[in-house]
């Protein structure tokens, strides 16, 4: 079983950053994709950015150049810049960890909420 263990989130005014991390329990240098999901109040979890093993990356139209997501496999952690954030991006942000690409994910963080208000 393996534990991911996010931190980052909080409350910043519209316009502003945030870095989120996720720091893995286990190795990912064999781990395909990782990646961050969120999920607003009454809304279904969606991707928003997603890394795989050779650098490749995908973005959610509504966060391409604002976010930009790496990961560090050194220190088996994954990070998403935020930057221009606006008040839609307000949701609770989910780590996640795909054995194999194109699959659903394996395993999910417990989530950090961010919310982004004035």
């Known amino acids: 079983q393996v534990q991911l263990v996010e931190s980052g989130g909080g409350l910043v005014q519209p316009g502003g950053s945030l870095r989120l991390s996720c720091v893995a329990s286990?190795?990912?240098?064999?781990?395909?994709?990782m990646g961050w999901y969120r999920q607003g109040p009454g809304e279904q979890r969606d991707p928003v950015a997603l890394?795989?093993?050779?650098?490749?990356?995908f973005y959610a139209n509504s966060v391409k150049g604002r976010f930009t997501i790496s990961r560090v496999n050194a220190k088996n952690t994954v990070y998403l810049q935020m930057n221009g954030l606006k008040p839609e991006d307000t949701a609770v942000y989910y780590c996640?960890?795909?054995?194999?690409?194109?699959?659903?994910?394996?395993?999910w963080g417990q989530g950090t909420q961010v919310t982004v208000s004035s």
């Open positions: 286990e190795s990912i240098y064999r781990v395909n994709v």
């Open positions: 890394i795989n093993n050779d650098g490749g990356t």
């Open positions: 996640s960890l795909a054995y194999y690409k194109d699959s659903r994910p394996d395993y």
